[in-house]
Nanobody
């Protein structure tokens, strides 16, 4: 079993930056891939970024490419999402997710463990 706890959300002006963190406990951290998803009011939860077990492979939603960076520190059992050049459309609850595989995925259904989410609000 894996427990995931997100932090780092908040209110930021358009053009600003935030770094989300997700601390994991339970199963050995380096044995599973991780992802970030987000859900805006009235919308389905959607893929943002994912990273494999080692951090050597990452992929991003088109909306995140060039602005967001996912990384992980296996020594600290933590995955990060650095978000730059934020726009109001990035406003959502951001969720960290863990997958019982070393290979990352952009599919929500491939993830087995979820955090409680952290709110990100970008004002115009």
């Amino acid at each position: 079993q894996v427990q995931l706890v997100e932090s780092g959300g908040g209110l930021v002006q358009a053009g600003g930056s935030l770094r989300l963190s997700c601390a994991a406990s339970g199963r050995t951290f380096s044995t599973y891939a991780l992802g970030w998803f987000r859900q805006a009011p009235g919308k389905e939860r959607g893929f943002v970024a994912a990273i494999n077990w080692s951090g050597g492979t990452t992929h991003y939603a088109d909306s995140a490419k060039g602005r967001f960076t996912i990384s992980r520190d296996n020594a600290k059992n933590t995955v990060y999402l650095q978000m730059n050049s934020l726009i109001p459309e990035d406003t959502a609850v951001y969720y960290c997710a863990g997958r019982s595989s070393v290979v990352s995925s952009s599919s929500l259904n491939d993830y087995d463990y979820w955090g409680q989410g952290t709110q990100v609000t970008v004002s115009s």
